[in-house]
């Protein structure tokens, strides 16, 4: 199936183009230094059209229905003049229904699309885009989760006008789920000729921008979002999108002695926290118990010996581990419990515990194995 994209290097072209050449299909990519021959050869040829390219911010107010109406115009005249029938799909916005110089144009686009059908027959999909945010989208452009991710990332100061503003957004995934959809044949159709997005989120500015910074103080803490939060989970992937290359990496606060090192990765306000654990060649650590934390240990490299015994007992359990065979061990609450380095070489052991460290109740109290 040939799928003709306009627009395609844009923010949406950029990422439905890319799943659709992950689902195997053949593209054909139009944008806006292409000529007019290339696109009639493209419509001549295409089983389906999406129809992106569009203007939002030009220089001057006819640009507008340069960009939007007046080209939408020639692709339908083109289609009927090649007595085409191809369906397509309109990128459109919810400012189709404000009365502002874009809001007309992209209406007009739409009405454009509904003549093209009635006269041809043809299936068309126009929606009607929200806040749409996501990977690959300009900074600075028209997309203020985009700014401000490429901000708050660099430490560059925001701005918000009113905070209590509410917004209605969409990722950009689920717009290329949902295209995807449409030209599998189910749409999630509203009416004959429009379309819309199955998820979109209710938020205000205020919490975008305090989410967004949450993120950046994330490295410093070291705690993970609340990635249950569907729009958290996807606001996250969009900031990290926008990190400068030269800060992907960051540096962990190792606490180093005699015995080895240990060292806090990951936290999670309701899943606990994770850290690397390193001991020394004969070093034992531990000898200790919880009464309500408990903790899974994993050892990845060096051989040694995890003991646990319930604090009223006298009965040892041993556990040989090795970074040769990845076993996790539970330690449950109310057994001390230790860690050997039986090996010639650092016994280095992930261990995950159920919360994360509080220094004003640590829940450790000191016990043989």
Same mark, same amino acid.
């Given at each position: ?10 923010? #949406? ?44 911010? /030009? ?54 699309? &509904? ?23 300009? /900074? ?31 990722? &950009? ?6 295209? &995807? ?43 993970? /979002? ?47 926290? #994770? ?45 040989? #581990? ?9 330690? /449950? ?37």
């Amino acid at each position: 199936m040939k799928i003709l994209v306009t627009g395609a290097a844009g923010f #949406v072209g950029k990422n439905v183009t890319s799943s659709l050449h992950n689902h195997g299909y053949e593209v054909f990519a139009y944008n806006k230094d292409d000529s007019l021959e290339e696109l009639d050869n493209y419509l001549k040829e295409s089983d389906f059209i999406i129809h992106l390219a569009g203007v939002n911010r /030009p220089e001057n107010v006819e640009d507008y229905y340069r960009g939007n109406s007046d080209f939408t115009d020639y692709l339908c005249k083109q289609l009927l003049t090649f007595n085409r029938k191809t369906p397509i799909l309109l990128s459109s916005s919810i400012q189709a229904s404000l009365d502002n110089p874009y809001g007309k144009s992209k209406l007009l686009a739409e009405q454009t699309i &509904i003549d093209y059908s009635i006269s041809s027959g043809a299936e068309v999909f126009i929606y009607r885009f929200h806040n749409l945010f996501g990977k690959w989208s300009t /900074p600075n452009y028209n997309s203020v989760i985009a700014t401000w991710c490429y901000n708050i990332s660099r430490n560059i100061p925001i701005s918000i006008n009113n905070p209590d503003t509410e917004i209605t957004l969409e990722y &950009i995934d689920d717009v290329v789920t949902e295209m &995807i959809s449409t030209l599998k044949g189910s749409p999630n159709r509203i009416d004959t000729y429009y379309c819309s997005v199955s998820k979109n989120y209710e938020t205000k500015l205020g919490s975008i921008a305090q989410t967004l910074q949450s993120f950046k103080e994330g490295r410093s803490s070291l705690v993970i /979002p609340n990635l249950g939060d569907e729009l958290i989970k996807k606001l996250y992937s969009t900031y990290l999108s926008y990190l400068d290359p030269k800060d992907f990496s960051y540096s962990l606060v190792s606490h180093i002695d005699e015995r080895g090192s240990f060292t806090e990765f990951l936290k999670s306000s309701d899943r606990g926290q #994770v850290s690397i654990n390193v001991s020394k060649p004969g070093i034992t650590k531990g000898n200790h118990w919880h009464h309500t934390k408990h903790e899974k240990f994993l050892v990845v490299r060096g051989e040694g010996v995890i003991k646990l015994r319930e604090i009223d007992s006298d009965t040892v359990y041993s556990y040989k #581990v090795s970074g040769d065979e990845l076993n996790v061990i539970d330690i /449950p609450a109310g057994y001390t419990h230790s860690i050997v380095n039986e090996s010639n070489e650092d016994l280095i052991t992930i261990i995950w515990v159920n919360e994360i460290f509080d220094q004003n109740n640590p829940d450790t109290y000191t016990m043989e194995v």
